[in-house]
């Protein structure tokens, strides 16, 4: 006898229809429909983030075009789109934790192994059962390869993401943008200090929170933040000013005092100068008498004094002691 539900009909259809009922009620309720709703619109954000790759039609100062990732990354950072903004900080942050806390390498190997381990077990259990092998029956007919035009759009984006981050290194070490410029010497100078607390996987989640969480903070506070920075800066500009102004007169009061000085001094140089070639060039009071006087002839003047004999120098050899007398002839005869 089969069983009968209340209402006179089988068990087995009532509980199909319970479940036909409860499918229809899981796949088309309200839960359902905000699902599928909300995974449409996550479609379109993600649509709308990659039609935002081009190029920006604002250059670099230098003139030259910026990359397409400049709009990507602007679009991405903005909170435009906050679905797809919120999934790639998801995304960014699991794969940091997942490099940190699993053994990625390790884990391949280990699947690899598996996967190779099953594929030659059932090569090997077909050929003996079988006599033909199942992985040759799931082997594809045409292996799957990689086409030209996917890898040139590949090597494409990973040479403009690179040109993205030279750029824009470039833009911020020669101050294009002086607010970018000071937050990222700010943010190199806290890294600096935190990276002796922090390991390096924590400090890659802090940039990356940093970086998708600053502008939403940003978007959301538009208003109070720039009246705040304009305060800011209009102070910063007075006081600028001001002390331009200071700096501005003990400038000219500094240059005032030394031309004042460079004039007295070389008057007194000038004066110095005259003196010395006046007194050098006027004569004297006794050569202008001596000027004066007539000039006479001049002559020798005689000799006051008598001239003094030079002794005379005695002759060489022993001095006799008697007196020598030579005999003479008689002048007279006797």
Known sequence: MADTAPNGGSLLETTKNN????????????????????????????????????????????????THYHSFFTELLSWNNPRASAIAY??????????????????????????????VAAEVAGKAVLSHGLATQMRPRRYYTVSRSTLDNMIGDVHELVNFFV??????????????????????FIS??????VP??????????VAFFVPLVYKSNQELIDHHIKTASDAINE????VRSVAQKQADHITAVGKQYAGDYTGKVQEMLRGRGASSSAPTPKQSALAAQPKKPE???????EPKLKPATEPAGEVPVKPVFTETEALIAS
Not at 93 to 118: E, G, H, P, Q, T
Not at 192 to 197: I, S, T
Request: hydrophobic content about 45%; overall charge neutral.
């Open 19 to 66: 479940a036909a009922a409860a499918y229809d009620s899981v796949t088309n309720g309200p839960v359902a429909q905000n699902v599928k709703d909300q995974h449409i619109k996550t479609q379109t954000e993600f649509s709308n983030l990659a039609a935002s790759r081009k190029t920006p039609t604002d250059p670099a100062v230098t003139g030259q075009p910026l």
């Open 90 to 119: 998801s995304s960014i942050v699991s794969f940091i934790f997942a490099i940190r806390y699993f053994d990625v390498i390790r884990w391949a190997f280990k699947l690899s192994s598996m996967a190779l381990a099953i594929t």
């Open 167 to 188: 750029i824009e290194a470039q833009r911020i070490l020669f101050v294009e943008n002086t607010a970018a410029s000071v937050a990222a010497c700010i943010a190199a």
């Open 192 to 197: 600096y200090h935190l990276v002796k607390l």
């Open 200 to 209: 390096y996987w924590g400090l890659a989640v802090i940039a990356t929170t």
């Open 239 to 242: 006081q600028t000013a001001q």
């Open 299 to 305: 002559f020798p003047t005689p000799p006051t004094e």
